[in-house]
């Protein structure tokens, strides 16, 4: 088949294209120039994707293959599919998750339209996840190293179209990979998850693509006596304890955030316990059969939590857990699995702690 492979320019994708290519593929590598370098010094080496490093590595595995190469310009897309999305929900009080959106939507529907342009059945990702006989998403043999959690949002028509070369490698077995094919990405490091917010400073990121917004507001505790102060309430998440600036005779976090009056409600940490939660725009791969033991994660790496019963209505899924989550949050994502099938995912729009408030 002639088969596009994202080449990020780390030692995954880089193996990705090796193995196409050794199992008979016509292999074209392409990259994605997704955003604009960020101020010299602004992030250690290796520790950002999708610059020109990387563009560059990407090209020397690419001639060291022997295969096809081009650098596609997606800082549009990536703008209006991940940077406004990850901006806008924070404004509203949410906890976004960039990752998900290029991951699951952006790869999946911009690369995969140009992979399709250039005349390739298939797109090939370094992503580690394996795809069933059936044709549904399943977790990646190695579970340290598992993506099925960003990948929930892929369509079954286009993850029908796609090839996960990973699945079923571990990491050490990928870089041995790299080293036997003699590549320059073998030994090169992770790079981080955020690649447009090189410092992990969310806050200043919305305060640079929102110079408008006037976030600052109070800090109050559930019947909303005045603690303290905040000069922005993006600035905060659902659960953390750190930074908040207020003496409290007992550990106070964040439990929720309210936008409109830009307020950071705060208390004790087992008002983190939430029970059930809703979540919209939800893709199946398939239901549970009744019956069906069905699990569910809300972070990437996190623990699976059983489930006591979901429904479905208005549009909307309803996920009532056996175990309480900690901290979960409107802007995450709830993907659900059964055994290594992912089932389905969607974006939590509310959630209910353990005592039904």
Request: net charge neutral; with cysteine; aromatic share 6%.
């Amino acid at each position: 088949m002639r088969v596009v492979a994202a080449m990020s320019g780390g030692v995954d994708s880089s193996v990705v294209a090796g193995l196409l290519l050794e199992a008979g593929h016509e292999v074209i590598g392409v990259h994605m120039k997704l955003h604009d370098e960020p101020p010299a010094g602004a992030v250690a080496d290796g520790k950002r994707c999708c610059g020109l490093d990387d563009a560059w590595d990407a090209r020397r595995v690419a001639d060291r293959l022997g295969i096809p190469f081009y650098v596609m310009d997606l800082r549009k897309a990536f703008e209006e599919a991940v940077m406004a999305p990850f901006t806008a929900e924070w404004v509203r009080g949410a906890t976004p998750n960039p990752c998900v959106l290029c991951n699951g939507v952006l790869k999946f529907k911009v690369l995969l339209h140009r992979a399709r342009a250039l005349g390739a059945s298939h797109l090939a990702t370094g992503h580690y996840a394996r795809i069933s006989e059936g044709g549904g998403l399943r977790m990646a043999a190695d579970r340290n190293k598992d993506q099925s959690y960003f990948l929930f949002p892929v369509t079954p028509v286009a993850l029908g179209s796609t090839i996960f070369p990973l699945g079923g490698l571990t990491k050490p077995e990928v870089r041995a990979e790299a080293e036997r094919m003699g590549l320059v990405t073998a030994q090169k490091p992770e790079s981080q998850e955020i690649c447009f917010i090189p410092d992990d400073d969310h806050a200043g990121f919305v305060s640079r693509q929102r110079p408008d917004l006037d976030g600052a507001g109070d800090i109050v505790d559930e019947a909303g006596a005045v603690l303290g102060h905040h000069d922005g309430y993006y600035r905060f998440t659902v659960g953390q304890r750190r930074g908040l600036g207020i003496a409290a005779g007992s550990p106070l976090y964040v439990l929720r955030i309210d936008p409109d009056r830009r307020l950071v409600v705060v208390g004790p940490e087992e008002r983190l316990a939430h029970s059930a939660l809703v979540a919209r725009d939800f893709n199946w791969f398939r239901r549970p059969e009744p019956g069906e033991a069905v699990m569910a994660r809300i972070r990437h790496r996190g623990a699976l939590i059983p489930v006591e019963r979901w429904s479905e209505a208005d549009g909307q899924v309803g996920v009532a857990l056996r175990v309480p989550a900690r901290a979960a949050t409107r802007g995450q994502a709830v993907v659900l699995y059964s055994g290594e099938d992912v089932l389905g995912g969607g974006w939590i729009r509310d959630v209910r702690d353990a005592q039904g408030a």
